[in-house]
């Protein structure tokens, strides 16, 4: 998604919610405690964020959206990220490989994903991280690749918050959303590469063990409440969190009028 499409998917939205959603994609984000590669590709990488005290601090692994193409880094979370480690967790904001890098296709993202979350267990030593309160996190795209990943049960996870997350990729297929970025994803549609859904669609992955908060605007136009919705409905393990009048980009701008929902949601450990 470009830069110009994903400010501009906001327009249908209130001004306020606007002015919030564009600030939030362009405004430069704190300084992460730490820039660390965890593999040996450019975009194997991920911004360590620390609360105060000595630990052992709580830990959230955090995937940004984007749609899955380079036009976003992990800078635009950086903002939410801040938040939570002031609010008392250690965040660990991960890169990976998107569409329009080098190599990349959804088996290179997917690998990733894996090795930015289980380089989480190096941190732990190295930042007094408690690994028996880890939890996934992601926005967007990066909600489809945290549900994804809790599914894989390669990480301990006590809980996973997929926010406004593109959690049902035969659906985002049909409605083209981001110009068909998700045929782009998977190299072809759901008729033409089957096992590629059911694979990486998070809704056929279905039941998922690990609990999942399921956080989604209500007027969101860029990834429609009906998938989070749908989701919540078919597992047996999820919370649906609507956010009444809440848009898209809402959900990662700490000053936006649900954010102590969302901080709620990612940091109650009481799964």
């Known amino acids: 998604m470009t830069r110009r499409a994903f400010v501009a998917a906001a327009s249908a939205v ?3 919610a606007q002015t ?3 600030d939030i994609l362009t405004l430069a984000p704190p300084k992460a405690d730490a820039r660390i590669p965890y593999g040996k590709a450019a975009q194997q ?3 360590i964020r620390l609360p105060k005290g000595a630990g052992p601090h709580p830990t959230v692994i955090f995937i940004h959206g984007g749609f899955w193409r380079n036009a976003y880094s992990l800078d635009h979370a950086g903002h939410m990220c801040a938040a939570l480690a002031r609010a008392g967790a250690a965040v660990w904001n991960i890169e990976y490989r998107r569409l329009g890098d080098p190599g990349s296709n959804w088996a ?3 690998d990733d994903v894996v090795r930015g979350a ?3 267990v190096t941190l732990a030593n190295r930042y007094n991280l408690d690994l ?3 939890v996934a996190a992601g926005h967007s795209a990066g909600g489809q690749l945290a ?3 809790a599914a894989q049960l390669v990480v301990d996870l006590r809980g996973v918050v997929p926010l406004a ?3 049902d990729l035969r659906r985002a297929y049909a409605l083209q959303l981001d110009s068909g970025v998700v045929g782009e994803l998977l190299g072809g549609s759901p008729d033409r590469v089957p096992q590629r859904y059911a694979a990486a669609s998070p809704i056929e992955l279905l039941p998922i063990p690990v609990p999942q908060r399921v956080v989604h605007g209500t007027v969101d136009n860029v990834v429609p409440f009906d998938l989070s919705q749908r989701f919540a409905k078919a597992s047996k393990n999820a919370k649906l969190i609507p956010l009444q009048g809440a848009g898209h980009f809402e959900l990662i701008d700490p000053r936006a009028k649900g954010w102590p929902v969302i901080q709620k949601s990612i940091l109650d450990w009481q799964f």
């Open 14 to 16: 209130p001004l306020v």
């Open 20 to 22: 919030v959603a564009q």
């Open 45 to 47: 990488f991920g911004d």
């Open 108 to 110: 290179s993202m997917a």
């Open 118 to 120: 289980e380089y989480v």
């Open 132 to 134: 028996k309160r880890v």
């Open 147 to 149: 549900l994804w990943l």
């Open 165 to 167: 997350a593109v959690s």
